[in-house]
DNA sequence: CGTACCCTTGACCGCAGTCAATGGAAGTGG
DNA sequence: CCACTTCCATTGACTGCGGTCAAGGGTACG
């Protein structure tokens, strides 16, 4: 029901010490951002781990992160729990095609937060309007779909070194594509195994072991949020990304 | 390159065969039905197995499924195979955030099909007019990623037995909601186990031992493409559906 | 009658899950 | 400032679900 729920203090802390390393996401362009401006909405800024919406209860709007990244998951009833998707700046996340039913989901905050909720009755105007609102609003639902279908080919056919690698992959060209720079060799990656390991259908121990080889074989390094990927051919090779295209191509992620 | 492929003839008189069957789809209200009729499209008719788009080449167009079912999937180097979703009529399949890039999947006529090709061009013209259009877009969109979310759960976080249950399950709900009748106890069912199995993240080889099992517990019968559910509630309760609402909830399939 | 496709079943194996112990880092409270 | 707690990463031993390989059988089609 309620829309912010602030979990123990603590977080707050290590919150501010995410803020400066969140810095440079604000340079993100994608659709997402736009709308936030353009449409009354609610803004909102919210410390790590906070739960914005919760599976079960009535919503009547969607998220659209602006700084930070939060997390669309799932809870199944003995307490598995499968995330969905990472929202980064620009990411929308929590449209439904039925507003009326029960959120499937929850969505969380992972690092410090800033976010814009817009209720459906402002969604249903862009659409409704039309013209390069609507574009983007449907270009970043596009964005999710194809996200989620990486990560549904993580999960259903790709071992767990080739999973990894590929959604470090995957992530470091979202990073880039919301970044200045060309290509970005080290970024902010605030998730923990477990969350790694429950997009990818992994247990945290085995995305553990999955890391470390990654690190053993010098293909990247990750300490204390960041991460650096070392040897990028050596991840495309490991992700199985055909590079028979400049990899202008496919920057969806 | 090509749009349509046709592949040996054999398909044909199967196809047939299935046509049949097919008939009480066209009962399907979803929003993309009404799409493809109001807007210049080429409508097409194809055998099963045909290959409607394909990965790498370019496309400047999305599919609407009218009738049969089809099926949008992605192949590794290797040859392993990922499906994403399987469209029924009513289903649009093959957006992509840039059209300009090369398509990252391939999509094929599982069943005699007929569908709708849309030009991007026609689509950004829908999104710009905006009004009820528009919304049933995105809605169809939306619908989309439901399922992919629904597709990563069962493959993360479900097993096998979990997983097939929960795949029949949210099937026979779209059958439902595109059919006339409140409940559908027997409806086709055109998959094979290699095509389920390569949704879920199975083998061909796990998903008959699976489907055996469901057979051999009395919850569903599955023979010459009719699938029947024996005991809905048996199938609820090994798919984890929390039965706390009343089911018009979760639709979305 | 032969062939192609798919389902079924069994034996075996390996990737990843489970359980458990350890240790470090960071926050909390006395 | 220092115990104490909490969270998380790491590592090892063992287990089991599902993959692999292979053989056999049914059905439809040519």
Redesign the interface.
């Known amino acids: 029901m309620s829309i912010v729920k602030i979990l123990p203090k603590s977080a707050d802390t290590a919150a501010a010490l995410h803020d400066a390393r969140q810095e440079h996401l604000s340079g993100w362009t994608r659709g997402g951002l736009d709308l936030s401006d353009r449409f009354p909405s609610e803004i909102r800024s919210v410390a790590a781990r906070t739960e914005i919406l919760t599976e079960g209860d009535f919503s009547d709007g969607m998220v659209i992160v602006r700084r930070g990244w939060m997390m669309q998951y799932?809870i199944?009833?003995d307490g598995?729990?499968?995330v969905?998707q990472f929202g980064l700046p620009g990411d929308v996340i929590g449209?439904?095609?039925?507003p009326a039913?029960?959120l499937?989901?929850s969505v969380e905050a992972v690092t410090e937060c800033e976010f814009a909720f817009v209720p459906f009755s402002i969604a249903?105007r862009i659409?409704?309007?039309?013209?390069?609102d609507?574009?983007r609003?449907?270009?970043a639902?596009?964005?999710?779909?194809?996200s989620?279908?990486d990560?549904?080919?993580d999960?259903?056919?790709?071992n767990a070194l080739e999973a990894v690698a590929h959604f470090i992959w995957r992530t470091s060209r979202r990073i880039e594509s919301g970044s200045d720079e060309e290509t970005v060799a080290e970024f902010d990656f605030p998730l923990n195994q477990e969350q790694i390991g429950?997009?990818?259908?992994l247990t945290a121990v085995h995305v553990c072991r999955t890391l470390c080889k990654l690190k053993s074989l010098g293909v990247v390094s990750l300490c204390r949020g960041k991460l650096r990927v070392e040897d990028p051919a050596a991840l495309a090779e490991i992700a199985?990304i055909?590079e028979t295209?400049p990899d202008e191509?496919?920057?969806?992620g």
Do not use: K, V
């Open positions: 799932r199944l009833e598995r729990r499968q969905l449209y439904r095609a039925d039913a029960p499937s989901f249903r659409l409704r309007q039309g013209g390069r609507a574009q609003l449907f270009e639902l596009s964005l999710s779909l194809d989620a279908f990560a549904l080919t999960a259903g056919r790709r429950d997009l990818l259908g199985g055909c295209h191509w496919s920057i969806a």
